[in-house]
């Protein structure tokens, strides 16, 4: 190592040539030593031993740039982006240099492109500088078009944030693929949004595809297909019908209810749409034929055991034959009796619009339009007829009416009062000849006891007052009648009701009227039952006459 000032001082020839050697020394070992040379000039070279780096003197002689390191190491100033540490010499603000401590950095036309740190950064500037990577045989495996901020797989022109395109119609465009194994929320593949994957797409080892959010599980597809909402295992035999495709369930009346709302500024409605054709494959029209079961509203109930019960359903069936679009068609409902395993059908309506109730037989053309069959289904087969007729389980109620000439009860009412608990007759409505109607109440000898004969007609026939007036609802026209409260005082069992009662609160809690507390309740009269009283009087009227005219 040496070093020199670089000037030969006048000696002795032994001098002179010892100093000439020692500068000779020190240009050969390029100023080697631990110290900065004494005399300096422009472009100078200087080993520094102490650092460990060959320097050279800048061009002013005013300071030292480091080249490299003494062991063969090439180092470099750090630069910037528009004057990189090493550039090309016709592109000086093109090349490499180090924005911080263990950070690299790639620029292009004085504007960062690259940085490799704790962080790799692409077009760290955010300049409208796109970028590609070429596959064997995709220009465009990935692309980044930086001027409208998205990225393309396989896409040339991307449409989207992301957008994966493929070069075939047959080619997978994207596949997830995970080693991990198990069942759990964490295994398998998740697509996550936002740090805390408030929503989450897993899909796991055993092939269930689940959705999530709040970290809280909402649907599944399980891997026979199923779609499951609100429960994460499948019931099978669901009414008896296997193992449906679509299940729901929930704790609540909201996360187990499912609602459809069309919104139109229109007359429309929104559908639900239920069908069946005779096909054997999908998208198939082929013709249904009579007696088709179209589709059919279960309801089913748990029994301790499974949930396979039915306790009723609506069933839509082929009512008839059917053709290009002339398609028959009926309503069917059933309900489950007490102890019975199936619903039984109760009510239809056919396909010309009869609403056939209870035990129905079946009918011809002429038959009513509504039927209330009795238990045992006896309904007489009469023509012209529209008929209603209730069972109650002991006897029947029943209003009918024929187009013929005979005799019969259309309408009965019964009691339990009249003979022993037992139902009875109360009274009626009947015809006779086809033209004559009678209103019939209850009067055999065998219900009363306790007789005796009115002796007070007359005086209490003057306690009557007969009116002449017009309801308010017509005062037009005159009629002739009683006031209820009045004539109760003298036939009561004619009047119904008390004087000026309204509804009260104790009247609606008993179910006996569903009106408005404090609403009138008016009172009636049946005037029929004023009969009695004037036949005793016009008796008594008659006893006179005849004894002033025996006198």
Do not use: C
């Not at 796109?130 to 998205?150: H, K, M, W």
């Not at 229109?266 to 034929?289: C, D, E, H, P, W």
């Not at 009249?418 to 006779?432: C, E």
């Amino acid at each position: 190592m040496a070093t020199h000032d670089y000037v030969i001082d006048n000696s002795t020839g032994a001098n002179v040539r010892a100093d000439l050697n020692l500068v000779l020394q020190a240009i050969l070992s390029n100023n080697s030593s631990s110290s900065a040379p004494s005399t300096t000039a422009a472009y100078m070279w200087w080993a520094d031993t102490t650092t460990g780096i060959l320097k050279i003197r800048n061009s002013a002689n005013n300071a030292w740039v480091e080249l490299l390191q003494l062991d063969g190491t090439l180092t470099l100033e750090d630069g910037s982006a528009s004057t990189p540490a090493l550039a090309f010499r016709d592109d000086l603000n093109t090349g490499i240099f180090s924005s911080a401590a263990d950070t690299f950095n790639v620029a292009t036309g004085g504007v960062e492109r690259m940085e490799l740190g704790t962080a790799t950064v692409f077009n760290e500037d955010g300049a409208d500088v796109d970028f590609r990577i070429e596959g064997d045989t995709e220009a465009n495996l990935f692309y980044v078009d930086a001027g409208n901020d998205q990225i393309g797989i396989g896409a040339t022109v991307p449409r989207q944030k992301l957008h994966i395109g493929a070069s075939d119609s047959g080619s997978v465009n994207m596949v997830f693929t995970n080693s991990t194994t198990g069942n759990s929320a964490g295994d398998g593949f998740v697509v996550g949004i936002t740090g805390g994957e408030d929503a989450q797409l897993n899909m796991q080892e055993s092939a269930n595809l689940k959705f999530s959010t709040a970290d809280t599980e909402r649907m599944r597809i399980d891997s026979s297909g199923r779609v499951l909402i609100g429960v994460s295992s499948a019931r099978t035999g669901v009414a008896g019908m296997g193992d449906p495709l679509i299940q729901h369930e929930g704790l609540n009346s909201d996360d187990s209810a499912v609602s459809f709302i069309r919104n139109s500024n229109s007359a429309f409605g929104g559908s639900l749409i239920l069908g069946k054709t005779r096909g054997t494959s999908v998208g198939a029209n082929t013709l249904v034929q009579n007696g088709d079961d179209i589709f059919t509203i279960r309801f089913v109930a748990g029994d301790g055991t499974d949930i396979n019960s039915e306790v009723a359903t609506i069933k839509a069936e082929i009512d008839n034959v059917a053709s290009a679009n002339d398609v028959p068609g009926r309503l069917v409902f059933a309900t489950t009796a007490d102890g019975a395993s199936a619903p039984t059908e109760r009510m239809r309506i056919d396909s010309s619009g009869d609403v056939l109730v209870g035990n129905y037989l079946g009918g011809g053309t002429n038959q009513p339009r509504v039927f209330f069959l009795s238990e045992d289904g006896n309904f007489p087969d009469q023509v012209n007829q529209l008929g209603l007729r209730i069972s109650n389980g002991y006897a029947d109620a029943a209003i009918r009416a024929y187009g013929n000439s005979s005799s019969w009860t259309h309408v009965k009412f019964y009691s339990t009062h009249l003979s022993g608990g037992s139902i009875t007759t109360a009274g009626s409505i009947s015809m006779s000849g086809g033209n004559s109607i009678a209103y019939n109440t209850s009067s055999d000898y065998r219900l009363k006891e306790n007789q005796v004969l009115i002796s007070d007609g007359i005086t209490r026939l003057k306690q009557l007052k007969p009116y002449r007036f017009n309801w308010k609802t017509d005062t037009s026209k005159k009629v002739d009648g009683f006031f209820a409260h009045e004539a109760a005082t003298v036939v009561p069992e004619a009047v119904t009701g008390e004087k000026d009662a309204v509804v009260t609160q104790t009247m609606i809690d008993a179910g006996q009227i569903d009106e408005a507390i404090g609403t009138p309740v008016y009172q009636g009269i049946d005037q029929a039952k004023l009969v009695p009283l004037l036949v005793a009087a016009v008796k008594e009227l008659i006893t006179k006459v005849e004894t002033l005219e025996a006198a």
